[in-house]
């Protein structure tokens, strides 16, 4: 989703195809696939919600469900119903089939930046430049929890809380509150994690599908990946020439998708757990616009000139029609929003190809992760050897302590 008011959708496999959608009359911000289908939403400052089919005709239908700007679309992890959040200080609950409007989610006192639905679908958490990260049941549609500075939220007053992030299994919710990341344990509503990796606004968050990693992009042009399991960032990601503005992993885990304000859109291997990028060959990597520097990035996703060609004679042959076109190249605008499908438009599901490359790096990736251990152990021994040293220094002392207070015993009964 882009500036541009155009939905891009890529097909990675079996080759390289776009296909642009457009219907948009303003900036698309939000873009989400559907987790159980191939339908696709976005979102518009235009105040509207756009359901599409990602085919060649592009077909989609639209609600203009708020009264201002519209600023997220997610979908359920059942994929029957879409959320959206507005500055119309309302969240929006919609049925897929039809993009029937169901209920709407109000309490918030000003612009609702971000609405996301819990993994199992009974609750949704919205963010809000109330200051205030609200819970909510979708059977009662009333709020049940609401985190704010009481517990453990860090405000500023030129900082908002731009996104929410449900845990693959519930149990967590990150956000996105100014340059920091935080996470809560919803079971307790305490904050759980705290991380001050950025030095811009933290725009979006993608959690691992595993759980382990969460990774995060800002405004200071950086990608971060966050090891929750260590409590600290695992890696620094700076491809991007300008400010990052969405983030989304691939549902196998297998790598995760950038969209920064340069106009590109870069896609990064990472291994099965999530916790480290792999190398990848360097034939995937893209030459173009300086990217070959890059040693960890998968993909580019821009077209090539013969790509440009053979999409103008499909044009020339297809049928007269008003709905988009298969995509002209990638526009310089900025994108927004991306989203990743586990699911090829129009094919089967694609499946993750092991080369050898990748097996490398997970082999690089264990000796690393040994060598950390061995360290860790050996500092361990350093710290126990020198507690000893400590332990028989202070014996010692109590000894002569014990001696000198016999002698003066002895001392008073002579």
């Known amino acids: 989703a882009s500036d541009d008011k155009a939905i891009l959708i890529w097909n990675l496999e079996p080759s390289l195809r776009a296909f642009r959608f457009l219907g948009h009359s303003k900036k698309a911000v939000s873009v989400s696939f559907s987790p159980t289908s191939d339908l696709v939403a976005s979102a518009s400052f235009d105040n509207t919600i756009r359901l599409w089919t990602p085919t060649v005709r592009g077909d989609s239908i639209y609600r203009r469900g708020h009264t201002s700007p519209i600023r997220q679309v997610a979908f359920s992890e059942q994929g029957d119903e879409l959320v959206t959040a507005s500055d119309d200080k309302t969240a929006k609950v919609w049925d897929v089939e039809g993009l029937k409007f169901k ?26 430049d ?57 079971r307790t509503l305490l904050l759980s994690q705290h991380y001050e990796c950025h030095s811009g606004c933290v725009n979006a968050l993608a959690w691992h599908p595993r759980g382990r990693a969460l990774i995060s992009v800002s405004d200071d042009g950086t990608a971060r990946v966050l090891d929750t399991l260590m409590g600290r960032t695992a890696y620094t990601i700076k491809a991007h020439s300008g400010p990052v503005k969405g983030v989304a992993c691939a549902p196998d885990g297998t790598g995760f998708v950038t969209g920064g304000a340069d106009g590109k859109v870069l896609m990064w291997s990472m291994d099965g757990e999530g916790h480290r990028e792999t ?16 040693t960890r990035v998968s993909t580019t996703i821009m077209e090539s000139k013969e790509r440009e060609g053979e999409r103008e004679r499909e044009r020339e042959t297809a049928p007269e029609r008003e709905t988009p076109k298969p995509a002209q190249p990638m526009s310089s605008t900025a994108p927004l929003s991306v989203a990743v499908s586990g699911r090829a438009v129009g094919g089967e599901r694609p ?64």
């Open 130 to 186: 109330d200051s205030t990260i609200r819970v909510w049941d979708t059977r009662t549609h009333e709020t049940v929890s609401t985190i704010g500075l009481g517990q453990g939220l860090v405000l500023d007053a030129a900082s908002v809380i731009s996104c929410v992030c449900w845990s693959p299994d519930g149990t967590l919710l990150a956000a996105g509150v100014g340059d920091r990341v935080q996470i809560w344990d919803t």
């Open 279 to 294: 190398p990848v060959p360097k034939s995937r990597a893209s030459e173009r616009d300086g990217v070959r520097e890059v």
């Open 351 to 414: 499946q993750p190809v092991e080369t050898a490359a990748h097996q490398e790096g997970l082999n690089a990736d264990l000796t690393r992760t040994l060598g950390d251990i061995a360290r860790q152990l050996e500092a361990l021994t350093h710290m126990q050897g020198s507690f000893g040293q400590r332990l028989e220094g202070v014996e010692a002392r109590l000894g002569v302590l014990e001696g000198r207070s016999q002698r003066k015993k002895r001392e008073q009964r002579k």
């Open 103 to 128: 209920y709407t989610l109000t309490g918030h006192t000003n612009w609702v930046r971000a609405a996301s639905f819990c993994p199992d679908g009974r609750l949704i958490a919205t963010a809000s």
